[in-house]
């Protein structure tokens, strides 16, 4: 099944949400949505329901998919929607692809939690997919999850959740100084959490103090691998969130960093240096326990 959206016309749908929708529900095949360059001011949900889908942009920096709420924002009930309803773009549903777009909360500093992609779902694909945002701006929610040649932006804690999430080849850009990269809540006893492999990290002018993360469960998992690490990173590396205790029970693991950030006679002493033989076994099969989202 194939679908075509732009705003402008000549195409099956000028709205993305409105082309989802239009998936039968007895549908069991997989949709390919083809989305024109633009920008869709819409808050979009894939539902759990809805069968495998391919969501093809042209270009990330012209194909734009755009809300602003946060989690000050008042809900149909009158309600503040709180952090987990604040997503611009949110995957419930398994086998979801995304390529070659932007997805943006506007919601603008100082706002609080406000997310840009919501994904709670398993085998999960990102590729060449910009998300943009500042404190909150991408949620891992569960399952298995594989963002390849991504560039993700934030402030704090801008990448946060308990699924098992592979960052292939990404960029990770700071925003502000004295802020957090990952806040992980890997579950107790997987094996994975959230690792990095031949990664970028970049501020902006001026930004730093800049931490890797800081678990926001006891059990947080965190590997960066081959990261080359610019000046915003704090020389510490990582923050025990004023819950010294979390000190014994987080993985924080880093080899082979580079850049003036990567200091690792500097880190804190709980967390570790990979030998090279530790740092092999990160491979995406093995991190995914046998599901590689290229198909091999």
Known sequence: MFITVSGEGKADYASLQAAIDSIPAS?????TIRIRP??????????????????????????IISWSDNAHTLGADGEPLGTFR?????????????????IRN??????????AAFVDADRAVFRRVRLLGDQDTLYTGQGKQYYA?????????YIFGAATAVFDRCTLHNKRSRGYITAASTPEGAAYGYVFLDCAITGG???????????WRPFAHVAFIRTAIDASITPEGWHNWGQPDREQTSRYEEFGGTGAGAAAEQRVQWSRQLASEEAGKYRIITIFDGWHPEGY
């Open 38 to 63: 633009g920008i869709y001011e819409e808050k979009i949900t894939i539902p759990a329901s809805a069968p495998p889908i391919l969501l093809l942009g042209e270009d990330n920096e012209r194909t």
């Open 149 to 157: 040649e991504c560039y993700i932006e934030g402030d704090v804690d």
């Open 27 to 31: 549908c069991e095949e997989t949709v």
């Open 106 to 115: 506007a919601s603008g500093p100082g706002t609080g939690q406000a997310v």
């Open 205 to 215: 002018e001026g930004v730093k103090d800049v931490y890797l993360g800081r678990p």
């Open 86 to 102: 604040s997503g611009t773009f949110n995957v419930l549903a398994p086998q979801f692809t995304a390529e070659n777009l932007t």
